[in-house]
């Protein structure tokens, strides 16, 4: 083992601070200037930037640190952004594996945000002087970048999980650093319920949770009798609040605020914390066109859109300014309040004080946005980005009163796909999950009613084989579901760029102003008769083909069809993906056919093997869809092709979908044709007879029964009318794997 030293003058432990009782019986302290990770000299640049974290204010707790490390197996630390706890506390954890020679494991550090993760690893890599993929590394998805000797890696909560899978007690970890705990996601929240049997199961092992103090206290109580260690925070900036205790019109008294401190010529970048990505796009859109009004004397006003992608990293719109008289105006939401902990420019805050939220209500198997106030600790997360010589102003009163913390993510979202994971983990010997919120009962029962529906658990109401293949797949439980069926129905190349291009970002770019018109022309083309899934595959197909043709890029080309590039990117990425996952477990793989007739009719088969649920029928003609499942009404997102086409094709009586949001438009994205006997020939007839009433459910009730049986809509049916209508649909071609 190399051992650790460094010239006079600039040795952490010749310069008065204290020596730690990790270091002294690590061995850390012999004159030589070798790293102690990879055993070769310390670049100048290592110096350079020991002076740099030796002032972040995490530093003065080093020693306190360590020694809880050493004689705990959980510890929580506690200090806001800037403190420096996500780049330091993780290289004093792999100092301390380091001490230990590795006997437990090594270091990993969970972040909710993948691309936060990267420059993180990227950060920690340059401080401890070592190389990017070896010693340090990091794990997201679709891209790793460390080796199996890694030190230290940080990854995404989801990857952490997925690791569990294999590996229940994470034994290959000595040090687990759970970041940003305070942000409630569900992953993280699962980790932290889990960690709490794992330590029981490993006594050497040390668990880290790093947060802010509005956290505290609960995670105090969950974990009754560890260490606590505070970090002193920085002092806020100045804070401005406004007087008007109406927040309707937050949007403009922004956008207002932003130009008049861009007049002031005051230096520093402005962040701007709307409540929506769409706010950011339309604020964008302003911005560039105020920004080409005002006077050269100004200087450049450069609006960059910084949003959280589902299911990948934060990307940005907009340039860099080029001259010292320009600035950045970062537009942003409450996803990414933890990612400006390195930008230094920031010298102005704008908090509109408000978020809009995806909210699941379990009763009619929807998301409903809604429009809330932020909590006390986002607020006070927000003060603090621009220290203390910045100025922070808050668009509401001072005495509004805020929730201290966020609501857990867990209390606002679809179970199926976690209760799918806890089964799955279950496998692996793991008790029940200790919730620091316990979910909604209604929320858990309603998962497992849907994964019985998919076929996902047995009688005993444990994992069946097809639920342990779906657990395998990285797809919501309804779309790894409809994938397992395409391969019955041959149709898989099909289905896999459904599924890819369904859990990438949307590839529609907005329209910008006065070309709404043009950009339909071009959406247009690839437009299918059959819906808005088969849509996708064109527009993929279309994509893969702009690759293969050498003299045409397929950046250009997503610039002149109004796509977006990374997106698609991303969903090809995602394919690959699955790919794997398939061959790896074995599943085969059809040769795409996508045009045939005998293709179309087995894509809808394999969609309607997972997503029966969500089956709309247009019970007027006009548009007026009926959800079967809850008894709502809902139209056609106009970007769908028949919200395009309706007036020259018609608008489809049966539609399958797959995503509903109740809103103000209570639109149903992604739609697609399908006629009612495949559905019935598909549905699980337990599905189908707790469906409530409705005269679409008569319809399809009379195709189950058999000919020249019907009864009237206003009959009453017999337990045995029910057990022949039962017998009669096992006579369908259904699929086998149900």
Same mark, same amino acid.
């Given at each position: 083992m190399a051992e650790?030293?460094?010239?006079?003058?600039?040795?952490?432990?010749?310069?008065?601070?204290?020596?730690?009782?990790?270091?002294?019986?690590?061995?850390?302290?012999?004159?030589?200037?070798?790293?102690?990770?990879?055993?070769?000299?310390?670049?100048?640049?290592y110096y350079t930037l020991l002076q740099e974290r030796k002032a972040l204010p995490v530093w003065k707790v080093r020693s306190q640190f360590e020694d809880a490390l050493v004689h705990n197996q959980l510890l929580l630390v506690s200090g806001s952004a800037r403190t420096g706890r996500s780049t330091q506390?993780?290289?004093?954890?792999?100092?301390?594996?380091?001490?230990?020679?590795y006997r437990h494991g090594m270091v990993v550090c969970t972040q909710t945000d993948s691309q936060l993760a990267v420059e993180l690893a990227l950060r920690v890599a340059d401080e401890m002087d070592v190389n990017i993929g070896h010693e340090v590394g990091?794990?997201?998805?679709?891209?790793?970048?460390?080796?199996p000797d890694s030190i230290l890696r940080y990854c995404t909560d989801y990857i952490?999980?997925?690791?569990?899978?294999?590996?229940?007690?994470?034994?290959?970890?000595? /040090?687990?650093i759970i970041d940003q705990a305070h942000?409630?996601?569900?992953?993280?929240?699962?980790?932290?319920?889990?960690?709490?049997?794992i330590l029981l199961q490993r006594p050497e092992l040390r668990v880290v949770i790093l947060t802010v103090p509005p956290m505290t206290d609960k995670l105090l109580s969950h974990y009754a009798g560890i260490p606590l260690i505070s970090v002193e925070v920085p002092c806020p900036a100045e804070v401005v609040y406004t007087n008007s205790s109406h927040s309707k019109d937050y949007f403009y008294s922004a956008l207002r605020l932003v130009l008049e401190i861009h007049r002031t010529k005051e230096e520093g970048d402005i962040v701007v914390f709307f409540a929506s990505d769409e706010e950011l796009h339309c604020a964008y859109s302003i911005l560039q066109m105020e920004g080409t009004r005002l006077g050269a004397d100004l200087g450049q006003m450069v609006p960059v859109i910084l949003c959280f992608r589902q299911g990948g990293p934060v990307t940005t719109l907009g340039g860099q300014p080029s001259a010292k008289s320009s600035r950045n105006v970062f537009l942003s939401t409450q996803q990414c309040e933890d990612v400006w902990w390195s930008t230094a420019s920031v010298n102005f805050v704008i908090d509109t004080g408000v978020q809009k939220k995806m909210v699941y209500k379990t009763r009619i198997r929807a998301n409903s946005e809604v429009l809330l106030n932020i909590s006390q600790s986002q607020a006070d997360l927000r003060k603090r980005l621009c220290g203390p010589t910045g100025k922070c102003f808050c668009l509401y009163p001072e005495d509004r009163k805020l929730p201290s913390e966020r609501t857990p993510q867990i209390l606002e979202t679809n179970m199926t796909s976690l209760v799918l994971l806890l089964k799955r983990l279950e496998i692996g010997g793991l008790g029940q999950c200790r919730f620091i919120d316990r979910p909604d009962p209604e929320g858990l029962m309603q998962a497992l009613e849907e994964l019985d529906y998919l076929a996902a658990l047995d009688n005993d109401g444990n994992l069946s084989e097809i639920g342990i293949i779906m657990s395998e797949i990285p797809l919501e439980p309804q779309m790894a579901k409809a994938l397992l069926a395409s391969c019955e129905f041959d149709c898989v190349s099909e289905m896999l760029t459904i599924a890819a291009m369904l859990s990438a970002p949307s590839c529609f770019l907005d329209s910008p102003a006065g070309l709404?018109?043009? /950009?339909?022309?071009?959406?247009?083309?690839?437009?299918?008769?059959?819906?808005?899934?088969?849509?996708?595959?064109?527009?993929?197909?279309?994509?893969?083909?702009?690759?293969?043709?050498?003299?045409?890029?397929?950046?250009?080309?997503?610039?002149?069809?109004?796509?977006?590039?990374?997106?698609?990117?991303?969903?090809?990425?995602?394919?690959?993906?699955?790919?794997?996952?398939?061959?790896?477990?074995?599943?085969?793989?059809?040769?795409?056919?996508f045009g045939t007739r005998t293709n179309m009719l087995n894509i809808k088969r394999a969609l309607l093997a997972g997503f029966f649920m969500q089956i709309a029928r247009d019970v007027d003609g006009s548009g007026n869809y009926f959800i079967l499942t809850h008894k709502h009404m809902a139209q056609v997102h106009p970007r769908s092709c028949y919200g395009a086409q309706s007036h020259k094709?018609?608008?489809?009586?049966?539609?399958?979908?797959?995503?509903?949001?109740?809103?103000?438009?209570?639109?149903?994205?992604?739609?697609?044709?399908?006629?009612?006997?495949?559905?019935?020939?598909?549905?699980?007839l337990y599905f189908f007879y707790n469906m409530p009433t409705s005269e679409s459910k008569d319809i399809l009730q009379d195709m189950l029964e058999p000919e020249g049986s019907n009864s009237s809509k206003d009959k009453v049916k017999s337990t045995d009318d029910s057990s022949n209508c039962t017998a009669d649909a096992q006579n369908f071609d259904r699929c086998v794997i149900q």
């Open positions: 650790e030293s460094t010239s006079p003058g600039l040795d952490p432990r010749r310069d008065g601070s204290e020596v730690s009782a990790l270091e002294e019986t690590s061995g850390f302290g012999d004159d030589l200037e070798l790293n102690q990770f990879d055993g070769l000299p310390f670049s100048s640049r506390i993780p290289q004093w954890c792999a100092e301390y594996c380091l001490s230990a020679q990091y794990s997201i998805r679709l891209e790793a970048c460390c080796s952490l999980l997925r690791e569990m899978m294999s590996d229940p007690f994470l034994e290959q970890y000595g /040090v687990i942000e409630r996601r569900v992953k993280t929240d699962i980790l932290l319920g889990l960690l709490k049997d709404n018109h043009e /950009v339909a022309l071009c959406h247009r083309k690839f437009q299918h008769p059959d819906g808005d899934h088969f849509t996708l595959i064109n527009i993929y197909n279309a994509f893969k083909q702009s690759q293969r043709e050498q003299y045409f890029t397929s950046d250009r080309w997503c610039q002149d069809n109004h796509l977006d590039h990374h997106a698609l990117k991303q969903a090809d990425a995602i394919r690959c993906e699955l790919i794997d996952t398939l061959n790896r477990i074995e599943l085969p793989i059809s040769e795409p056919s094709l018609g608008l489809p009586e049966w539609v399958v979908f797959h995503e509903y949001t109740l809103s103000e438009n209570n639109c149903m994205r992604t739609v697609s044709e399908i006629s009612p006997q495949v559905f019935v020939q598909m549905a699980p």
